[in-house]
């Protein structure tokens, strides 16, 4: 985890390329007002990555800088288009110059694997820059201008220059107002970078190629493996922020690998499901293990808005703090079990057989065969589990035998809509409609399911608290509610179900 003395900024910015031929229009005239620029300053930043450049190749810089107003150690990382989490710490967190803090090391192991972090270049920059506004305004962007000499450091070393100019949104910027000042450079002369960072350049390490987007024309092999890859790299992103203890990370770490696990049993006509067990056996263990970091996390926030609604006359004792105490204590148990997890050897063995399936997957005849035809039959097996699943729960007696056919209905749910996600870009609007009504249906169970839960650790809380002689009424009081609220979402599932059963939606599964 980071320590309370690092900061995290967000940027937003785009590079540019420029050669002597450029006619660039003076700062201020590229809004309306520009304001410093006047004297250089030299920056000296030393990169630091594996041999192999695993972090560049996932779009990470380490480096050490000194010069400037932010010198220290900054990692970044990927945010979303333009946009990178640059984590910053002070130069002192360091024991020596060519060995980053275990803190940043720690936040991109799920890249590193154990691989040795050494300096790879060293970039000498003169910087001016200017603040942008509309005239009179608020700072909107900072444009930097650099005259870069950088070097490798290595085996072999080799020493380029060049010029860049970077455009950074300030708080009060815009996308637009990014696409405005690169017309005005563009006009000038200025070209879009093709190197994501200026380490990348020295590097020659150019952006990754965007994958080609699947579509109705795609394979079955395509489309399965376009999605997988879309949720390994949403659980390698998600994986910093889990350990920076980041909001609903946790939450988005396990679903991206219940996505991939679903994937691989639902589409086993695509992708040899033998040869996948040993991954999805794997991914189910990942989600156990973080399973009780994300149902702590839940249920504080539910319990602690189910005291806060309820009448002054109607909590007895210290019910809030009561809750509040036993859930942080279960919450840092859990936090501790997730780290042990994620620094774990089995789960960088995961991410190793994450690399292979994507590297060389085990496609079997079918999935050359075209995605529409392939797909839609498998996912016609996910929604009709879900109909015996739904089924099945009807049918049994209101009660503890309800609520497990219940959940294992939700659980069903959730593998069907996964199924239909995975073939949305083959199928087109009747699986996206499909997937609507399957998410209307898991939310329905998941609420349901959300009471279960909820009202066994508050059967709990109110029997301790008679054992020890304290008034357990307010317990019985939200374990009363959850109850009506278990009611109401039983009440509403027919309607939503008779709803995602209608022929209009699910025709194109037969």
């Known amino acids: 985890m980071v320590g309370a003395d690092a900061s995290v900024v967000r940027e937003t910015e785009r590079k ?3 050669s002597g031929k450029a006619r660039l229009p003076e700062p201020g005239k590229l809004l309306g007002s520009a304001t410093g620029g006047a004297h250089a300053r030299e920056l000296v930043a030393t990169y630091f990555d594996t041999e192999d450049l695993r972090l560049l190749t996932a779009g990470i810089t ?23 989490d640059e984590l910053q710490l002070p130069l002192g967190r360091s024991l020596a110059e060519n060995l980053p803090p275990a803190e940043l090391l720690g936040l991109v192991r799920v890249h590193t ?9 060293e ?21 930097v201008d650099d005259q870069v000499v950088a070097r490798t450091m290595g085996a072999k070393t080799t020493t380029v220059s060049w010029r860049e100019l970077e455009v950074e949104l300030a708080e009060a910027g815009s996308t637009r107002l990014l696409d405005r000042i690169e017309k005005r450079l563009l006009r000038g002369g200025a070209t879009r970078s093709a190197s994501s960072s200026k ?10 190629a965007t994958p080609a987007p699947v579509g109705k024309s795609s394979s079955a092999g395509e489309v399965v493996l376009a999605y997988l890859r879309a949720q390994a790299d949403q659980l390698r992103t998600q994986d910093p922020l889990v350990r920076r203890d980041a909001p609903d990370s946790v939450h988005q770490i396990r679903v991206a690998a219940r996505r991939m696990r679903s994937t691989l049993r639902a589409f086993g006509r695509v992708l040899d499901r033998e040869k996948t067990k040993p991954l999805a056996d794997e991914l189910r263990w990942l989600g156990r293990a973080l399973a009780d970091d994300r149902d702590s996390e839940v249920q504080d926030e539910r319990f602690s808005d189910a005291v806060s609604r309820l009448p002054d006359d109607l909590v007895f004792g210290p019910v809030h703090a009561t809750l509040t105490r036993v859930m942080q204590r279960r919450q840092a148990e859990a936090r501790e079990a997730t780290l042990e997890a994620l620094n774990s050897d089995r789960y960088l063995a995961l991410q190793a057989r994450i690399d292979e399936l994507l ?21 016609a097996k996910s929604y009709r589990r879900l109909e015996r699943r739904m089924s099945d729960a009807a049918d049994q007696p209101e009660g503890e035998q309800r609520d497990h056919g219940l959940h294992e209905a939700r659980k069903a749910a959730k593998r069907a809509r996964y199924a239909v996600e995975t073939a949305a870009p083959a199928i087109g609007k009747p699986a996206r409609r499909t997937r609507k ?21 508050l059967w709990r809380f109110g029997a301790l608290a008679g054992q020890e002689d304290q008034n357990g009424f307010t317990y019985g009081v939200m374990h009363a509610n959850e109850r009506a609220e278990a009611d109401r979402a039983e009440r509403a599932l027919p309607e ?15």
């Open 123 to 143: 970039l000498r920059t003169q910087r001016r820059s200017w603040q942008l506004a509309e005239t009179g305004g608020d700072d909107l962007a900072e444009l």
């Open 16 to 18: 540019y390329e420029v």
């Open 496 to 510: 939503v179900w008779k709803k995602a059963t209608k022929k209009k939606t699910t025709k194109w599964l037969t």
């Open 62 to 84: 380490l480096r050490r800088r000194t010069g400037g107003s932010d010198e220290g150690w900054h990692l970044k990382l990927p945010a979303g288009p333009d946009s990178r």
């Open 437 to 457: 009504n399957l998410k209307k249906i898991q939310s329905v169970l998941g609420t349901h399911q959300d009471t279960v839960v909820a009202r066994s650790v």
């Open 359 to 379: 590297t060389s997957p085990p496609l079997t005849r079918k999935a050359r065969r075209p995605a529409r035809k392939v797909l839609a039959k498998d996912v």
């Open 113 to 121: 694997r154990g691989a040795a972090v050494a300096p790879v270049a």
């Open 199 to 208: 380490l990348a350049k020295v590097l020659k390490v150019e952006r990754a």
